[in-house]
């Protein structure tokens, strides 16, 4: 099972489907977050978990689009004494570059809150989990048959993942490989949202990636050929306070290669408008795209009675994959 394949934005989703209609506080990461994240990173996405207010239509939600492997490894933890509910505060899913080709892409997710750490460990313990030490220093624990496996860097932050990353996350924070402090880029872009309750941050290729999936058949166009190697990042976020709201930025470093990337995101908007159904027309009804000084921003808003169209309309699925 490869935690590396999980579409990031599901991820997000499913968490903040948990998050009910309540008020939230920004997701920032702590530096204990941060000295374990590795250098070539792709994407980013932060999340407040604390659940403000239950909801039965989010919890409905979240069960349709939960992906299999975070609920094995969220039952996993349950077994072993952790309550999501009530022990998580945050969560971050991290996608890098490993290796030199760069081709490799790995997955790592780091939790925070308040862990009771002894009651895990004992579980595991007498449930004969046995761990894979590294340095003498850490224990990293298998999750049963997930493929995921468990780490406590200390009381308040859990590392969780494939062992490699795992390890990779490890040697990152004892400072033998290069960490997400170095990577001025990330942290310039990370300053612009890491005050919302979800955010996420992607570097050039992952800008890049997201946007050919974002615009679709018009991304098949010479216009976006032209452009393409000019995004050199972008971010975006969710906020969930009287009704929801998703903004998006791309960095693109001239004023032209933003213009023309707006026209044809709007150009695919307005196909999806004119061919797509119901749901997309509805969802995309008040979509505001638009450019500015080297800068594309996307906004939607919606009620939180239409959350349901805004995670299926075809812009949101276009990124959940």
């Known amino acids: 099972m490869q935690f590396s394949r999980i579409p990031v934005l599901s991820l997000a989703v499913a968490s903040a489907l948990m998050l009910g209609a309540g008020p939230l506080d920004a997701a920032q990461l702590s530096s204990d977050a941060r000295s374990a994240i590795p250098h070539d990173v792709q ?26 492997e975070l609920k094995q490894v969220e039952e996993s933890l349950r077994k072993a004494g952790l309550n999501d509910n009530h022990d998580l505060d945050q969560l971050a899913f991290i996608l890098y570059r490993n290796g030199a080709d760069g081709e490799d892409i790995r997955t790592v997710g780091i939790a925070q809150g308040q862990f009771p750490v002894d009651e895990v460990l004992a579980s595991f313990k007498t449930r004969k989990v046995k761990p894979v030490t590294v340095r003498k220093t850490y224990a990293i624990y298998p999750l049963g048959t997930s493929g995921m496996s468990v780490v406590f860097l200390d009381p308040s932050t859990m590392v ?61 166009v010479a216009d976006y050929d032209t452009v393409k190697k000019r995004l050199v990042g972008s971010s975006y976020s969710m906020n969930f306070q009287h009704g929801v709201k998703f903004d998006m930025s791309v960095e693109t470093g001239d004023n032209f290669a933003a213009a023309t990337v707006s026209s044809l995101l709007n150009a695919a908007v307005l196909y999806k408008k004119m061919s797509g159904t119901d749901t997309d027309k509805a969802a995309l009804e008040d979509t505001v795209i638009r450019s500015t000084s080297g800068r594309l921003d996307v906004h939607f808003a919606t009620s939180d009675a239409e959350f349901d169209t805004l995670l299926k309309s075809s812009l949101f699925r276009s990124m959940v994959r």
């Open 43 to 68: 994407q980013m996405l932060v999340i407040d978990y604390r659940v403000m207010e239950n909801s039965s239509t989010a919890m409905e939600l979240r069960g349709q689009v939960m992906p299999p």
């Open 160 to 220: 969780f993942g494939d062992l490699t990353a795992v390890k990779k996350a490890l040697d990152v924070r004892d400072g033998l490989q290069p960490g997400l402090l170095t990577n001025l880029p990330v942290m310039e872009s990370m300053r612009t949202v890491d005050s919302e309750p979800l955010w996420s941050v992607l570097d050039q290729k992952g800008t890049q990636t997201m946007m050919k999936q974002v615009l679709g058949e018009a991304g098949e």
